[in-house]
C-alpha cells in the first residue's frame, strides 16, 4: 500500500502532495509500469484524506500521462518511456520535477509587486477601461519598441494583438484564416502545435525538417496553405533555418492567395551565444508572415500574455471579424507588463535568466565530459534556447542509451520521441534540458 | 481563553478557520478594541494545533488590520472602528467618467492590491505552477463554496471550468460540443452570443422570448441542439423563466442525446429585491446544464475571469479534448480572486455595489417621475440587474421616444434593437441604464 507523509501546509493542497509522491516513484521506478494502484477509497482511508483529494491527485496523475483509467478495472501506473513523451508535449521546455522553469524561478516578483502596486493605486481609470480585443495600446506601444529594439522589427502598434497565451491566439488565426484551410506542421515539432490546430477542427500537414530548414519540396506537395514554423531555432533540433530557405519559404506563401507563414520566435530572447539570426517578418516583403511571441518563456508560463503581429493585409480584417470577442488579458497585467519593458525591466531580466542560462550549460557540457558514455558524441544546438542535442557515438539502443543517460542525473528525452513520421533507425540523440 | 471548534477540511486550512473565528468575534464585539489575545503558545495548545498554525491566523488579522502586535507585549484587538473605515476606503474611489460600468468604479482597489502583494510576497511557488487547463484548484474550490452558498449550486470543483472571459468560454464549448450543431439564442437577446457562435462556425437559431421564457415549440420546431439562455433574469426583457417552463427546457434536453442547456447566469449576484431564483442547474437531473457566470459584471470587465460548471458527463471529454490548452486566466489574479472571495471580501463588495445599484435604481425611478413624458407609463425588471424597461404611453414613434428621452439625459437604448426578427409595430419600450 502507498504510504506517504502528508504536510498540513497552506501552500500545498493535499492533493498535490499526493500527485507528487506517485509520480516520483513512477518516475523512479518504485511504482513499475502497468502496476495497479490502490483504489481511491481505500488510497484516501491509508492516508487519511477525503476520497476527492485522492481523485484529484489521480485525475492530475491521469492528465498528465502518469497514471491510466481502466474502466471497471482500476488506476495503474503507465510505463515510463510513453509517459516521458507524454508529458514533454505537456510541459515543453519546463521543468519535470516540479513544473516550474527555470525563468519561473527567477521571477522577478519584487519589482513586478512594484509596478502593480504603484498602476493599482496611480491609474485606476486607465485599469477600469476595456481595451480593444488586441489589447491595449500601452502595451502594444510596448512590445512594438521592444522587437524594434530586440528583432529588427519595425511595426505600427496596430498590427500587435495580444493574447492569453499561443494557443489562443491559434484559435484567433483559425477563426481569421483557417477556414478549410491546411496547417503545415514541422516534423519532428512540438506537438501541441499540431494538437491545437486538430482540436479547433483543421487539417494538419507534417513537414520534414532538413539540417537547413522544412523540406520545401515536401511543403509544396502537401497541399498545406499556412506553415506554422520556428525558424530561429526549431524545437527540438535546433535548427536555424538558412537564409536560402527562407527566401524559398517567402516565395511559396506569395505564389497563391490565402498562404501564410506563422513565424514562432518562442525563444528568440535566449540567445546564448552567436550573432542574433534576423526574423522572417523583418524580410517579408508580400506582407505573408504571421509573427507570433510569448511571455510564457521569458517571464513565467503562469501570466498568461502571448503576442504576434499580423499582416497589414489581415489587419483589418482582424478588427472586423472578431469584433465580437473581448481581449483575453486582464488590463491589470497588462500595464504591469507594459512598464516593466518600457522601464527597462525586462531587458534586465533577460539578461540575468540568460547568464544563469548559460552557467548551466556550461554546467552540463562539463559535466557530460567526465562520463564515458559521452565519448565521441557531437553537441548540436547549444547557442540558444534551453536545451541542446546530443548525437552518442554507441551501440546502445535509444531506449538504453536514455536509461543510462537519467541514471546520471540528466534531464534528457529522445529526439525521436518529436517525430510524427518515426525514424526507422535509432537517432542515438537526445535532447538535454539545462535546469 | 478563546476555544473554537476547527475541521479537517481540505479546502479551508486550520489557520484560516481560527482567523476567521477571530475576525468574526472582533467585529461582533464578543473581542473588545484593545482586548488582549492569548499568546501564540496559549491558543496553539488549546486549540490543539502548531504554534505556526496560530502564528499564521495572528499575522492574517495582523495584516488585515483586525489585530495588532505590541513588541513584547504581545496581541491585541484592534478597534473595530478604524478597521471599518479601512474597508470603507473602498468606497472612495468611484470615477465618474464614461466607459467605465458601476461595478467598476467601485472595485476594492486597496484590497484587491493588498492581496496581491502578499501572493506575491508569500506564495511564490504557487504562482509559478501551472495549473490545469481548467484552471486553480484554489480558485475553483473559492467559486464552489461561493456558488453553494449563494446559488445552492453544490458542485465538485473538478466540474469548474475557469476561462479568460465568457466568449473564450463559448469557444471551448463549440470546440467541445460544438461540432455541426446549432446554438439556439434568445430573441431578443444580447447579441454578442450570437456574434461569437457564427464567428466560431456555429449555426444560430433564434428562439422567441415569450413572456416566461423562450418558446418551447419554437425550440423544439428550430433544429437547436445547445440553447444559450438566461432564464434568471434574461437580457434584455428581464423575464425570468417560469418554473414550468424550466422543466419544459429541462424535458427537451434530455430528449436526445447531445442536447444542452447553457445557463448564463450573468448578473444573478445583482438581484435587488424579491426572493434569490434558483438556478437551472440546480435542478437538473439529466446532466444536460452547462452553468456560467463572470466577474466583468461584478468586480471588472478589465479582469478577465469567468466560469463554467460542466455536466458531469462531459468534464472527463473535456479534460481529454481540450488537454492540449492552458488555462487562459494568469494564476496571479485566480490566487487574488480566491482569497478575496474566500476571505468574505466578494461578499461585502457585491453587498456595496448591490446598495448603490438601488440607490441609482431609485433616483432614476424619482427622476422620471418628474417629467411628463413618463406619464402612464409601465416599468418591469426593475428588480434585478444592472437596468430595467419602460414602456410609454405615447404616439410617438421609436426614434423620436428616445431623442426625448435621450435630451433628459438618461441612458436608454430602444428595445427593438436588441430583436433579430424586428417586431413590425413599434413596441414603445426603452432600456434604461442605472449609472
Chains 1, 2 share one sequence.
Not at 491545437?196 to 487539417?203: F, P
Not at 531506449?399 to 525514424?423: C, I, M, Q, W
Amino acid at each position: 500500500m502507498l504510504t506517504y507523509v502528508l504536510e498540513k501546509t497552506d501552500s500545498e493542497p493535499l492533493y498535490v502532495q499526493i500527485y507528487k509522491h506517485i509520480k516520483k516513484d513512477i518516475e523512479n521506478g518504485v511504482i513499475k509500469a502497468n502496476e495497479k494502484l490502490p483504489s481511491k477509497r481505500v488510497l484516501a482511508e491509508n492516508l487519511g484524506v477525503s476520497i476527492i483529494t485522492v481523485e484529484n491527485a489521480y485525475s492530475q496523475l491521469t492528465s498528465e500521462g502518469y497514471v491510466k483509467a481502466l474502466p471497471k478495472r482500476g488506476y495503474f501506473a503507465e510505463n515510463i518511456s510513453s509517459f516521458q513523451s507524454y508529458v514533454h508535449n505537456q510541459n515543453a521546455v519546463s521543468s519535470e520535477k516540479t513544473n516550474i522553469t527555470s525563468a519561473a524561478k527567477d521571477f522577478p516578483f519584487a519589482i513586478w509587486a512594484k509596478l502593480m502596486r504603484e498602476d493599482l493605486s496611480n491609474e485606476r481609470e486607465m485599469l477600469m477601461t476595456r481595451p480593444p480585443i488586441n489589447g491595449t495600446e500601452r502595451l502594444r506601444c510596448a512590445i512594438a519598441k521592444h522587437i524594434r529594439q530586440f528583432r529588427n522589427i519595425d511595426v505600427s502598434p496596430d498590427r500587435i494583438v495580444i493574447g492569453a497565451g499561443t494557443e489562443y491566439l491559434y484559435m484567433l488565426i483559425n477563426i481569421l484564416i483557417g477556414e478549410g484551410r491546411t496547417f503545415g506542421v514541422e516534423d519532428p515539432g512540438y506537438s501541441k502545435i499540431s494538437d491545437i490546430y486538430s482540436c479547433l477542427g483543421a487539417k494538419c500537414a507534417y513537414i520534414p525538417m532538413e539540417s537547413d530548414g522544412v523540406d520545401i519540396a515536401a511543403l509544396k506537395a502537401s497541399g498545406a496553405d499556412i506553415m506554422h514554423i520556428s525558424p530561429s531555432h526549431h524545437f527540438p533540433t535546433g535548427v536555424v533555418t538558412s537564409v536560402g530557405k527562407r527566401y524559398a519559404l517567402l516565395g511559396w506563401a506569395s505564389e497563391k492567395e490565402g498562404r501564410y507563414i506563422i513565424e514562432d520566435d518562442y525563444d528568440s530572447e535566449f540567445r546564448l551565444s552567436g550573432r542574433p539570426i534576423p526574423s522572417l517578418l523583418s524580410i517579408d516583403a508580400a506582407d505573408r508572415v504571421i509573427y507570433m511571441n510569448t511571455f510564457s518563456k521569458s517571464l513565467s508560463p503562469t501570466i498568461r500574455i502571448s503576442y504576434m503581429v499580423l499582416p497589414v493585409s489581415l489587419t483589418e480584417r482582424f478588427r472586423q471579424k472578431l469584433n465580437c470577442c473581448s481581449c483575453t488579458v486582464s488590463t491589470f497585467e497588462q500595464y504591469t507588463l507594459a512598464r516593466f519593458i518600457d522601464e527597462g525591466y525586462f531587458e534586465k531580466h533577460i539578461n540575468r535568466v540568460k547568464h544563469l542560462y548559460k552557467k548551466r550549460r556550461d554546467n552540463m557540457l562539463e559535466k557530460i565530459s567526465q562520463y564515458p558514455l559521452f565519448k565521441g558524441c557531437r553537441v548540436t544546438g547549444q547557442d540558444s534556447g534551453l536545451h541542446c542535442l546530443i548525437e552518442f557515438d554507441t551501440q546502445l539502443s535509444d531506449g538504453e542509451l536514455l536509461n543510462e543517460v537519467t541514471k546520471l542525473g540528466f534531464h534528457a528525452r529522445l529526439l525521436s520521441d518529436y517525430y510524427k513520421k518515426k525514424p526507422t533507425d535509432a537517432l542515438h540523440t537526445l535532447i538535454f534540458y539545462y535546469d
